[in-house]
């Protein structure tokens, strides 16, 4: 073999190994995030011109601070707070509705409810209709500028079903409806 093939091999061998996790990956996988299978946090998921994004989940302690901004209230003994951090932002050209029903479910099938939050809270996730490129958190809010950069959703567990994972939420509208694997 001349020397000179002899120095194309490896390059050769290069491309054909960075190329083949590319092709595999086309094959077959037709799966759709947030859709066919849930979307983990970071993600933009669009439903009705709407984008979603889960940006964080994290269990919440009232008696420190940034969590005591967030919830004034403790969870009752063997039970967790968790706030899910989120953020919607209409990418439509018309002025869309964002989703206001959101359930977590455990692998036990058993399913969770956002707790109430008062309407004062300035973390609050508040479903509102919104203008093209307009967002919840509003641009400039506390929920925006704040370390989450996300409003947030209230949710309270028990303890053993936080061992209960993957735990997944669910946001619906009009019928419609996309998930997110949340990271706890």
């Known amino acids: 073999m001349p020397r000179s093939m002899l120095r194309r091999l490896p390059i050769a061998a290069c491309v054909v190994a960075l190329a083949a996790p590319l092709a595999l990956g086309a094959c077959g996988n037709s799966k759709e995030q947030g859709i ?7 993600l933009a998921i669009e439903m009705g011109g709407v984008d979603y994004t889960v940006f964080i989940t994290r269990e919440l302690n009232p008696k420190i601070t940034p969590d005591n901004a967030y919830v004034t209230d403790e969870a009752p003994p063997g039970e967790a707070l968790y706030g899910i951090f989120l953020r919607a932002c209409n990418v439509s050209k018309d002025r869309r509705a964002s989703a206001s029903e959101f359930t977590v479910h455990d692998n036990q099938n058993n399913a969770f409810q956002p707790e109430p939050l008062p309407e004062d809270n300035q ?9 093209p490129k307009e967002c919840i958190p509003e641009a400039g809010s506390v929920a925006q500028l ?4 996300g409003s947030m959703l209230l949710f309270k567990f028990p303890l053993e079903n936080t061992e209960n994972r993957p735990l997944v939420l669910d946001i619906e509208k009009d019928g419609e409806k996309r998930t997110f694997t949340l990271d706890i």
């Open 36 to 42: 066919d299978e849930p979307a983990r946090e970071g």
């Open 123 to 131: 973390f609050a996730y508040n479903a509102r209709a919104l203008d």
């Open 146 to 149: 704040g370390p989450t950069a």
